[in-house]
């Protein structure tokens, strides 16, 4: 309580609309404190992920696009003749095409031949060797050929190699830089959108590497995830929620499955390398194995989702069907779930989402083997899209650089786009009572 003093100088009670006065302001600049705390909260928050996307982006942009080289190439029958394919001197042949290029080039120094041949990409030659296998009359023929180069002359072209960089410290000397803007200004060089980065398979050489490996595995991982967790994990949530007997023995079942949504990512991986791989002995780094784990990892998601829409559905549709003649089991699945099914596939689809970006079990299964080839099925080895991020990070090349922050960038996008189906859902299909 406050006191005023009057004008003689005795104390007086102040009155109640005083008080009520004084505790509006206070509360107001309690509220106003709040607020500004909230706010600048989520400016904070805003502004981390600004700074983790502009990261990303500033990084990975350029692994979208892949410099190239187009080539006049003479395919000489001493160097491919025809009674020796597939094999043959293809890597020669390309050499001395981008040798005509360079005017005063000395093919018959070795130094000088082993530097005009590293221009080219590793897969260049293997490029012009299906042509030819495909269509042997090529031989004696002059095709068009485009490639792309070998990292080095990428990084040079989009502008990551300092050439005020002294000499001995770049990867790219002073000749070959000469040479590279020769072949620029011949036009020779592009730089067009890198549809490797998704129609290839992991490699040692960045501008060779991409993530279609890491997508077909993810594919089959996040399949086998579905079709295990989806149906089981309603059907655990069906029976907790609407025919399971309240007792101590339910109670317990609920609690380890809220525990279960909270044990590390990586406890999951050690139970499936001592369960999936070393009892039942599945295959390592199968994305089979790697759905099951997942499996493990989301059904505590989907069945806690699932409880959660039922419970929502007012007791008043129960209570009408049962009223019409309705059996305890025509009511749940004729009138309750496919009221709450708008909530289900929210929670699966977020739980799925979940699944995509999660690594350390998937590392402890092996699912990050250096694969060379998309998996046929879900028992061939294949990585997934956050292994392939780890291994690209891993790789001490500097193009695997921006090629792992693009491959971070369209993770990301497949999450944006499975949280962004989900909330559709929701929004089209949610019943306000």
Request: charged share 15%.
């Amino acid at each position: 309580m406050t006191d005023a003093t009057m004008p003689t100088g005795t104390p007086r009670k102040a009155s109640s609309s005083e008080l009520v006065a004084a505790s509006l302001k206070r509360r107001r600049r309690k509220q106003t404190r709040l607020q500004w705390i909230g706010l600048g909260a989520i400016s904070i928050a805003f502004g981390m992920l600004f700074i983790l996307v502009a990261s990303l982006v500033s990084s990975g942009w350029t692994a979208f696009t892949q410099t190239h080289i187009t080539l006049s190439v003479y395919v000489d029958p001493e160097e491919v003749p025809l009674k020796r394919l597939p094999r043959g001197g293809f890597d020669d042949v390309l050499a001395v095409s981008v040798a005509k290029m360079l005017p005063g080039t000395d093919m018959s120094v070795r130094a000088t031949a082993k530097s005009v041949e590293g221009i080219l990409s590793k897969g260049a030659q293997f490029k012009l060797r299906d042509m030819v296998v495909a269509d042997p009359g090529l031989i004696g023929q002059s095709v068009t050929l485009k490639v792309p180069v070998s990292d080095p002359f990428d990084q040079l072209n989009k502008g990551l190699i300092d050439r005020d960089t002294p000499d001995e410290f770049r990867r790219v000397k002073n000749t070959e830089i000469a040479w590279f803007d020769t072949l620029k200004d011949q036009g020779a060089i592009s730089k067009p959108f890198n549809w490797a980065l998704f129609t290839n398979a992991d490699s040692r050489f960045p501008e060779l590497a991409g993530l279609k490996g890491a997508l077909v595995g993810s594919f089959w991982a996040l399949l086998t995830c579905f079709l295990i967790a989806f149906p089981l994990g309603i059907g655990a949530a069906i029976y907790l929620e609407e025919f399971a007997p309240r007792n101590r023995f339910s109670d317990l079942i609920e609690v380890n499955i809220n525990n279960l949504a909270a044990v590390p990512s990586v406890v999951f991986g050690l139970l499936a390398l001592a369960v999936f791989i070393g009892w039942f002995g599945l295959p390592r780094s199968a994305p089979f194995v790697g759905g099951l784990t997942l499996a493990l990892m989301t059904m505590p998601t989907i069945i806690i989702a699932t409880r959660a829409a039922l419970k929502a559905v007012p007791p008043s549709i129960r209570e009408a069907a049962l009223g019409l003649g309705a059996s305890k089991q025509q009511v749940v699945f004729q009138h309750v779930l496919p009221l709450a099914m708008p909530g289900v596939l929210t929670g699966t689809i977020i739980g799925l989402a979940q699944a995509l970006g999660e690594t350390a079990p998937l590392l402890l299964i092996g699912m990050n083997a250096f694969i060379t080839s998309a998996a046929n099925s879900p028992f061939d080895s294949a990585t997934a899209l956050p292994t392939q991020i780890f291994i690209w990070a891993d790789s001490p090349e500097r193009g695997f650089v921006s090629r792992t922050s693009a491959a971070i960038l369209v993770l990301l996008g497949f999450l944006v786009m499975m949280n962004a189906v989900a909330i559709y859902l929701r929004q089209k299909f949610e019943r306000k009572w």
